[in-house]
Nanobody
Framework: QVQLVESGGGLVQAGGSLRLSCAAS????????MGWFRQTPGKEREFVAA????????WTADSVKGRFTISRDNAKNTVYLQMSGLKPEVTAVYYC?????????????????WGQGTQVTVSS
């Protein structure tokens, strides 16, 4: 059974930091791109950040550049999202995902496996 499990979410004050983790189990994700997305009620799931498997290249949404950093530890099958300078508008459920593609990582349809999400809430 392939699983992606997010952790690290919670309630923080504006300006604070969180580190989200996504642990994969059931198989190796060697060769897979990994991404983070977020979603709020009534809105489409949107891209936050992605990282390649082989080169470590990263991509981040313009809205979070300079504040969010994505990274991965392939030996542990784990991807991270370091979030700093948090603002109330980033409040959402955050999802991690794995993709066989390394060229379309900005799009939800490119991903083959999804976690259940972890809630991030930033208070004013």
């Amino acid at each position: 059974q392939v699983q992606l499990v997010e952790s690290g979410g919670g309630l923080v004050q504006a300006g604070g930091s969180l580190r989200l983790s996504c642990a994969a189990s059931g198989r190796s994700f060697s060769g897979y791109g990994m991404g983070w997305f977020r979603q709020t009620p009534g809105k489409e799931r949107e891209f936050v950040a992605a990282v390649s498997w082989n080169t470590g290249s990263t991509w981040t949404a313009d809205s979070v550049k300079g504040r969010f950093t994505i990274s991965r530890d392939n030996a542990k099958n784990t991807v991270y999202l370091q979030m700093s300078g948090l603002k109330p508008e980033v409040t959402a459920v955050y999802y991690c995902a794995a993709s066989r593609s390394t060229t379309r990582l900005l799009f939800t349809l490119s991903y083959d496996y999804w976690g259940q999400g972890t809630q991030v809430t930033v208070s004013s």
